[in-house]
């Protein structure tokens, strides 16, 4: 199964089945971490064929998504005297990648990278649509780029290995893309639980949503700002708890249920809609509560959101199930209700 992603300067595959033999006439680096090293890399490096080949294990975890690991990259990439024709390989979940092709993004003023992504998460959405970037104390994912893979290579056989958290994780993810673009597929998730099959059509039908998005608007200036359902709320869930806490995908799923809750206080969801989106998030032993601290610190903590403008705040919110608003205009009265619900 091949999905085409069709932008203005740059079309790529994104290829999913059991992975082939991948040929670089070039020299490739490719960056991966410890644990899927121990796992995968083997397997990995059956099937790529370079010019000259080699590879480094950074560190596991999203603490380790900053500027000291990308520094590593880069240096690394500089001993094995990598030039502008050669390729980075991102294999390894959403951290990775987006690590991977961040340094891709400003080796010798950009060079070419490849995803192959091991995580659920990675696979139905990370990989696909050229985001990259590091975190820092202010926040997730506040320096980075837009840099697109040229090929993006998914394989079902490394989630076998994907502890249940991990791939909980990717379920997020998932459910975000069904309840803000597909109501069909978000009853399909109702009545069907992800394994065997049915993983690789979510999969299939997650990336085939996300690259309708991305043809739409690559840089995040409209529409694609939906895929941040969640994600506003779940990052300053991240940043309050030093990303040692949740797994993305875990925050996320924290974030939907936030937004949902604001979503039913703006009459723009039924209690109904938002309580069956909790309980398919809690069926794969997703959290889907937390308890604020302090809301005004919480508050505060939006304006570093990416997505915000000078004094204004940008949430996504659900209407309904399959459909969703870009809501700049609410009061903080609004924001400061749904906060007193967790606090």
Known sequence: MTVDINLLDISYKVVIQKLQDIKFDSKVVIVTNETVKKLHIDYLLKHIKAKDLSYIAIKDGERYKNMETILQILDFCFKQKLNRSSVLVAFGGGVVGDMTGFAASIYQRAIKFVQIPTTLLSQVDASVGGKTGINNSYGKNLIGTFHQPQAVYIDRYFLSSLPPRQFGAGVAEIVKMAVCFDK??????LNNKLKNQNINKAIELSVKT?????????????????????????????????YTTYLHGEAVSIGMVMANTMAVSLKLMTKNEANSIKMLLQSYGLPTSYKIKDKNRFYDKFFLDKKSTDDKLVFILPKGIGDFIISKDLEKYDIMKTLESFV
Do not use: C, M, P, S
Not at 184 to 189: H, N, S, V
Not at 225 to 242: K, M, R, S, W
């Open 184 to 189: 069909e597929f978000f009853g399909w998730l």
């Open 210 to 242: 996300k690259a309708k998005v991305v043809a739409k608007d690559e840089k995040e200036q409209g529409v694609r700002a939906a895929l941040n359902y969640g994600h506003t709320f779940g990052h300053v869930v991240e940043n309050e708890t030093n």
